[in-house]
């Protein structure tokens, strides 16, 4: 098993190389450099509207970019991933691993087709060899598309399985309170009944909301979260403030577009991170999350 897994993977050692070859294609370590960004992903399975973030860095002295992948909605929502690629200039290719939440793990190598940039593995588990991708193209300054697809060895053709649309986020100069304007309303949890309500002050010196809960039996409210959004020496600040806790907790806003912020707190328990985006005019979702685990909510407006 070993070694036919050996030979496999130098096989697609050399194919990959020898295209680049025969291409006359000389890499230059920065083919990839498109992907890095923040990104906003929608996709559809089976009919179903799914959609989710990507943030996407360079590491290491921008040796390594690393993904950090979130299904937000739909079909796949709920799904976290990362994958780590770097170019290496002697084999003259790339290398990418992914892992998820479910413990998994796949490892690619490199290649392109015309415009597209592809990463592909193939692997045998003793029922047969699997042989999969990953194709990028469609390639613009602020989108392209992403395909999952598999090989069908009978019919010798790639199917897709999978396929997401990539828009980067217009990050907002000059970010105000103003630009938050978007959460304002009251927004409704349909899968448990709960509320939250943004507003800005009466002065309009904070978004102010709240979390709230009701009793089926009694008809009462209960007010679970205080909620704000606040400028504080130069920075926006995003503050929760649970009913079971004596202490409100700030999350410094990392990023924000005009319709969602990223919000982080390293040193907080759970959750680190904390996200808003407005989904479309009747919808909007919330994330948090850290390295471990995510919740995720969807409301919609009343």
């Given at each position: 098993m070993i070694n036919k897994t050996l030979s496999t993977v130098l096989l697609l050692f050399v194919l990959t190389t020898s295209s680049f070859a025969q291409n006359g294609q000389q890499l230059s370590g920065h083919e990839m450099d498109f992907w890095v960004g923040e990104w906003d992903l929608t996709w559809t399975v089976n009919g179903d509207e799914g959609g989710g973030t990507n943030s996407?860095?360079?590491?290491?002295?921008?040796?390594?970019?690393?993904?950090?992948?979130?299904?937000?909605?739909?079909?796949?929502g709920g799904y976290l991933g990362e994958s780590f690629t770097t170019f290496n200039p002697r084999s003259q290719t790339y290398y990418q691993?992914?892992?998820?939440?479910?413990?998994?793990?796949?490892?690619?190598?490199?290649?392109?087709?015309?415009?597209?940039?592809?990463?592909?593995?193939?692997?045998?588990?003793?029922?047969?060899?699997?042989?999969?991708?990953?194709?990028?193209?469609?390639?613009?300054?602020?989108?392209?598309?992403?395909?999952?697809?598999?090989y069908n060895f009978e019919t010798e053709e790639w199917a897709t399985n999978w396929q997401i649309i990539y828009q980067r986020k217009n990050k907002i100069e000059n970010l105000s309170l103003d630009k938050f304007r978007w959460m304002t309303g009251?927004?409704?949890?349909?899968?448990?009944?709960?509320q939250e309500v943004w507003k800005y002050s009466d002065d309009q010196s904070m978004l102010e909301g709240y979390a709230v809960s009701f009793n089926e039996e009694t008809s009462d409210s209960t007010i679970?979260?205080?909620?704000?959004?606040?400028?504080?020496?130069?920075?926006?600040?995003?503050?929760?403030?649970?009913?079971?806790?004596?202490?409100?907790?700030?999350?410094?806003?990392?990023?924000?577009?005009?319709?969602?912020?990223v919000s982080y707190n390293p040193d907080h328990d759970f959750p680190k991170r904390v996200e808003y985006?407005?989904?479309?005019?009747?919808?909007?979702?919330?994330?948090?999350?850290?390295?471990?685990?995510?919740?995720?909510?969807?409301?919609?407006?009343?």
């Open positions: 996407v860095t360079k590491t290491l002295g921008g040796a390594v970019i690393h993904e950090h992948f979130s299904g937000i909605y739909g079909p796949n691993t992914w892992v998820d939440m479910n413990g998994g793990y796949l490892d690619f190598t490199f290649n392109s087709e015309d415009d597209k940039y592809i990463f592909i593995r193939e692997v045998d588990f003793g029922q047969g060899p699997v042989r999969t991708r990953m194709v990028f193209y469609n390639i613009k300054p602020h989108s392209f598309t992403w395909d999952w697809q598999r009251r927004w409704t949890n349909n899968q448990n009944g709960t679970t979260e205080q909620l704000k959004i606040i400028e504080k020496d130069g920075t926006f600040i995003f503050i929760a403030h649970p009913a079971s806790s004596s202490t409100p907790t700030e999350f410094p806003i990392i990023s924000a577009t005009d319709k969602n912020f985006h407005r989904l479309d005019e009747n919808r909007l979702g919330a994330i948090i999350k850290d390295e471990k685990q995510m919740q995720r909510f969807l409301f919609r407006s009343n």
